[in-house]
């Protein structure tokens, strides 16, 4: 850890956080001088700088699970420590009103009112009171809570595609919470549940359905999981194939279509020969045998065969 995040720790700690808001504040605070230096991330209408670090990135970073992560923006949001300004269709920008822009930052080329933002910024160790206006009182963020997307998709998935929400932690395990990548798993189940229900015309039965296939219920979170720890030792361009493949046969046993193998019995036939003694003689069926070739039953029921197409078109 260097000498900037000790600082910031010892006087996150002095203020009375505990360590993981610490570590989420630190990590904030360090790219927000990144942003300082970029005059791309200053927002002219609330007059300050800010950053943009996803809920992901600080997952991964801190080693904490999203729904972790947000509780705790939430959380110093309240107490004021960050003002979150919402995007539409972008990542939220988050807003330090106690961040103190380093001394050797120049305005000399800078917009005027950049430079007045570095003239209102008050030291760090001189706040005493959390919630103090002097510190940047130009700065009107409109605070809002924090979007936890990760569960909407997961909520939102549950509800339109019928998975388990075991088996979406599954999915979310294996994609570290990244739910564009969540959305291409979903997207890889669904198109082998898909083959699988088209080739045995399933499709739209509800023996192909999640929500009311007991054997999918109980089952795909646990095979999900089996196949995940196969498919993240494979490339990224690679596991797609193997994972659809794998779900392909998961599916058509969940179906019930596994195909028993067939168990040729030959006949067994008892022939007398001239010594008076009984020898047993095995021969296959005709159709069993190399060789044989079918002929179609020539007396066929027409009225029986147009019914038995006209209820497989049904179908």
């Not at 196969?230 to 046993?253: C, D, E, I, R, W």
């Not at 069993?288 to 009225?303: H, I, L, P, S």
Request: glycine letters at 2%; aromatic letters at 10%.
């Amino acid at each position: 850890m260097n000498n900037q995040f000790i600082k910031l720790y010892t006087e996150f700690e002095e203020k009375g956080l505990k360590p993981n808001e610490i570590s989420v504040l630190a990590h904030l605070y360090d790219r927000m001088n990144l942003s300082v230096n970029n005059r791309n991330f200053y927002d002219r209408k609330h007059n300050g700088y800010y950053v943009i670090y996803t809920r992901e990135e600080l997952s991964a970073q801190i080693n904490l699970n999203v729904s972790t992560i947000t509780r705790i923006i939430k959380k110093l949001v309240s107490a004021g420590w960050i003002m979150v300004k919402k995007q539409f269709n972008a990542p939220n920008r988050f807003f330090l009103p106690h961040f103190v822009l380093p001394k050797s930052h120049k305005t000399k080329n800078a917009p005027t009112e950049i430079a007045k933002c570095n003239s209102i910024q008050t030291d760090f160790n001189q706040t005493n009171n959390l919630h103090d206006n002097t510190v940047n009182t130009d700065v009107s963020v409109e605070t809002e809570p924090v979007v936890d997307h990760a569960q909407q998709w997961a909520e939102a998935t549950k509800q339109k595609v019928g998975l388990t929400f075991s088996s979406i932690q599954a999915i979310q395990k294996f994609c570290k919470n990244n739910v564009e990548k969540c959305k291409q798993v979903v997207r890889l189940i669904l198109n082998a549940r898909n083959s699988v229900a088209k080739a045995n015309r399933l499709v739209k039965q509800p023996v192909a359905q999640f929500e009311s296939n007991q054997n999918i219920i109980n089952g795909l979170a646990q095979q999900l999981e089996h196949i995940f720890s196969y498919a993240v030792k494979l490339p990224q361009s690679n596991y797609a194939g193997y994972v659809t493949n794998a779900l392909k046969a998961y599916f058509t046993s969940a179906f019930g279509l596994e195909t028993k193998p067939v168990v040729v019995k030959p006949t067994v036939k008892a022939t007398k020969f001239n010594d008076g003694k009984k020898h047993i003689h095995e021969e296959l069926p005709e159709w069993a045998k190399d060789g044989y070739k079918f002929k179609a039953d020539t007396n066929v029921d027409m009225n029986k065969k147009a019914k038995l197409e006209a209820m497989l078109a049904n179908m």
